[in-house]
């Protein structure tokens, strides 16, 4: 009988080579915990790649190594750090958002390419995290770091994030526990103000103009994924034990927000990160058991979390969400607790919150 050590029964037992979990199912090699996902434009060419926020976040690791990394698709099956883009010696990526056409905070006039990066290592003698900007430059292959907002203590459990061509930065702030108190706008704290226990589960904003951080929105029932509306008037939310998306109103001349009301409701699963998809449509992504995703982020063991991921078009003001597509059954073989999809190119790309690799998923038209 062959006598399992402790690293094989918390799920430490190596690196997890590339190999096909199924016929139809790829693991492509990461760092352990590529949490959140992003389609960019890599190349000269027209080419693409997947970017991933790698946080190599185990639970006993007080600062962690974390990477940004690069898989080109059509290339290798295999996602690679990208050398040199790093600010900082303690680097804890756990969400990434692109922006086209950005102006870059304080520098009016410059429109570049963004790449904005939770970084979720809280610098020593600091009490919060803080967001890093980097410039996408696709041609050349290369991100140059620009610019640190932050740190905060208002980021005190940073999730997702995203941000607005001119700058506006939104952040939020995730707890294992729900909350069902939604109040948007009721107290909007500035920094210089900040409680000594803020609160999680709320939605923070970094407003450009004014150089602070300031809450939002609380008492989001699992404040977690973000994204934006094309015309970026309206800001979506996943909210994650009420297994719903939530709608908010944005004012862009202020940042603020209004309404936080429910466009999609009764997920068949707790709602991770959320994407807009280069067709128009979203997708949502997530687990489908709380208990063994709460037991996996413990202790890193592989348990049968159960993903699910689902598709959805919203058109802000006229109706609710309407689902597109749903791949709940094509995920049964990922065990690893996924928390972003993407499909793209006949497959579906699955991240993971503590596991290493990406799960490539062969997809049928039907799908």
Not at 92 to 117: E, I, M, N
Not at 145 to 157: E, K
Not at 167 to 185: A, D, E, M, P, Q
Not at 338 to 356: D, E, M, Q, R, V
Request: proline share 9%.
């Amino acid at each position: 009988m062959k006598t399992l050590s402790l690293l094989s029964l918390i799920g430490l037992s190596g690196a997890t080579p590339a190999h096909a979990a199924t016929p139809s199912q790829t693991l492509l090699p990461t760092g352990p915990g590529p949490e959140d996902m992003e389609l960019i434009p890599w190349g000269p060419a027209g080419g693409q790649a997947l970017i991933t926020a790698t946080a190599r976040r185990l639970p006993w690791q007080k600062q962690p190594q974390g990477a940004l990394e690069i898989h080109e698709i059509g290339g290798a099956p295999t996602f690679t750090p990208l050398p040199g883009v790093y600010p900082h010696g303690a680097w804890k990526p756990l969400a990434v958002w692109r922006v086209q056409g950005a102006t870059l905070p304080g520098s009016p006039g410059q429109v570049k390419d963004l790449l904005y990066v939770v970084n979720a290592t809280v610098p020593k003698g600091m009490k919060g995290s803080q967001v890093e900007i980097f410039e996408l430059q696709a041609a050349t292959k290369t991100l140059t770091h620009l610019r640190t907002l932050g740190p905060s203590p208002l980021l005190t459990s940073p999730n997702s994030l995203v941000a607005t061509r001119d700058g506006t930065v939104y952040i939020s702030n995730f707890n294992l526990f729900g909350n069902r108190k939604l109040k948007v706008n009721t107290q909007i704290t500035p920094e210089a103000a900040a409680p000594e226990k803020p609160e999680r589960n709320t939605l923070v904003c970094y407003r450009p103009q004014e150089q602070t951080w300031r809450v939002v929105a609380t008492g989001i029932n699992g404040a977690n994924g973000l994204c934006l509306t094309p015309d970026e008037k309206h800001l979506l939310c996943n909210a994650y034990h009420a297994k719903q998306v939530l709608d908010f109103t944005r004012d862009p001349a202020t940042g603020r927000l209004t309404n936080g009301d429910i466009v999609f409701d009764k997920l068949a699963f707790f709602p991770d990160n959320l994407k807009l998809l280069p067709s128009g449509e979203y997708c949502a992504a997530g687990q489908t058991n709380f208990i063994t995703t709460a037991l996996h982020f413990l202790t890193v063991a592989t348990y049968p979390t159960g993903g699910s991921a689902v598709s959805f078009t919203y058109t802000p003001g006229h109706a609710q969400a309407q689902r597109t597509r749903c791949w709940r059954e094509t995920m049964r073989g990922d065990k690893r607790c996924t928390s972003t999809a993407i499909p793209h190119g006949g497959h579906l790309y699955l991240s993971h919150i503590i596991k290493p690799g990406v799960m490539r998923v062969v997809v049928s038209p039907s799908e």
